[in-house]
């Protein structure tokens, strides 16, 4: 279940909450979906799904809910590239869904478009990942439940390393400098996704800073992250990197049709590059940029949200309870059957088999020891003003101080809306 899956991506859903909240005065027209019912049997909800890219994803969730006897649950399945479009529109009439999933995005709670869900959290808050209910708390409440953990890093070819006699990658100059022995005739070095956006914050992460601090301030504006930039440009101007792939890094074909020797991916892929190319995969994190800095792995997932506005706000905070909550069994199915993500549940995640051992292991092993998490108050506005540093830096040339003090007006206004 790949973190995009559909020819979307981050960028677009964010821009699309974004929108939803600035029409926060009309989600009114979402107070009435239409369905009536308040519990029970009778009770109809609908729940909104993207169409996940790997096989039996829509029957899996579908299964789970017709196995649920508190309520009717219809599951809307988007196809396609208008999942976020459809989804932030429909939740602004009369037929907006009961549950959705979606990311972490302090717009929705502050437009009150989604419910509190810390009662039915607080009592197995300690059996999550304590950063996965950081990424979900606003004010000390709890919004979203996650129903999966997404690492990324970057997936090679251990026999093309060791046919070009380069070692895994531990900086971004040994990246920079593998990329290019790597390169071959029609083969690129390495495949970064086709904007480059998937890697931002992890080469933020990397150069030992950060998107915002605990105080939500700027925390992305120093020295190792313009030296970071600068590296980048180096990369991209090289000829060594894959660019305008067939499909964007979420895909595994790029390396799995030998586009490239190294690709940036997700967990979630695994099972797609085991069954194409064997043994003969492994995975290393995003290297550290500076020598003050440390690897780091972007942690991306989906979650559960229920719709404030809609008529059967307790019987969905139902449903949502007994499935992300208290079904383990389909929990763990749902992270570990349909590609490989990692449970949020730490009791699940340490009880699931198929990430015990090899290269799940290993991907687990790097979620751990170099993971970081959406931060809930980054948003759209923010994400875009990093996304144009690059476009600007990185693809065109220009001065990384002078963009990184042009993205700092856009993000201090945002901050000043949001904290005050």
């Not at 974004?18 to 019912?37: D, H, K, Q, V």
Request: glycine share 10%; with cysteine.
């Amino acid at each position: 279940m790949s973190a995009m899956s559909s020819n979307w991506d981050r960028r677009s859903l964010f821009k699309a909450a974004a929108g939803l909240a600035a029409a926060g005065t009309l989600a009114a027209c979402g107070s009435n979906n239409g369905r009536g019912g308040s519990g029970g049997s009778g009770t109809n909800l609908t729940q909104f799904f993207h169409a996940y890219g790997e096989a039996g994803t829509e029957q899996a969730i579908k299964k789970y809910a017709a196995a649920y006897d508190k309520a009717k649950v219809n599951t809307q399945w988007i196809t396609g590239s208008d999942f976020e479009s459809k989804l932030f529109a429909t939740l602004l009439t009369k037929n907006a869904p009961d549950l959705f999933e979606f990311h972490p995005q302090i717009q929705l709670v502050k437009s009150g478009q989604v419910a509190d869900l810390t009662d039915i959290i607080e009592p197995v808050k300690d059996d999550f990942n304590q950063a996965d209910i950081k990424s979900h708390t606003v004010d000390g409440k709890m919004y979203g439940v996650r129903m999966i953990d997404d690492p990324q890093f970057f997936f090679y070819r251990p026999s093309l390393l060791e046919k070009a006699g380069v070692k895994v990658p531990t900086t971004l100059d040994e990246l920079v400098e593998a990329a290019a022995k790597l390169t071959t005739g029609k083969v690129k070095g390495l495949f970064l996704g086709n904007d480059l956006h998937a890697v931002i914050n992890p080469m933020i992460w990397s150069a030992g800073a950060d998107t915002l601090d605990d105080k939500n301030q700027i925390a992305y504006h120093t020295d190792g992250v313009i030296e970071g930039i600068k590296k980048m440009r180096k990369l991209f101007t090289s000829g060594h990197l894959l660019l305008d792939a067939p499909a964007d890094y979420w895909d595994p074909s790029a390396l799995n049709q030998g586009l490239c020797a190294m690709q940036f991916c997700g967990m979630w892929a695994m099972p797609q590059f085991q069954q194409t190319l064997g043994d003969d995969i492994g995975v290393f994190p995003f290297p550290k940029v500076t020598d003050s800095g440390k690897p780091s792995v972007y942690n991306g997932g989906w979650s559960m949200f229920v719709n404030a506005k809609g008529d059967n706000v307790e019987a969905a905070k139902a449903y949502v309870k007994w499935l992300w909550i208290e079904q383990k069994t389909y929990q763990e199915d749902w992270a570990t059957s349909y590609g490989f993500h990692i449970p949020p549940r730490t009791s699940i995640a340490a009880s699931a088999t198929k990430l015990k051992s090899g290269l799940p292991a290993e991907g687990v092993k790097l979620f751990t020891d170099y993971g970081h998490f959406d931060n809930i108050g980054w948003t759209q506005a923010m994400i875009t003003a990093l996304e144009d540093v690059f476009a600007n830096s990185v693809r065109k040339g220009g001065d990384p101080e002078a963009s990184l003090d042009k993205a700092d007006k856009t993000v201090d206004r945002e901050l000043k809306k949001l904290f005050g």
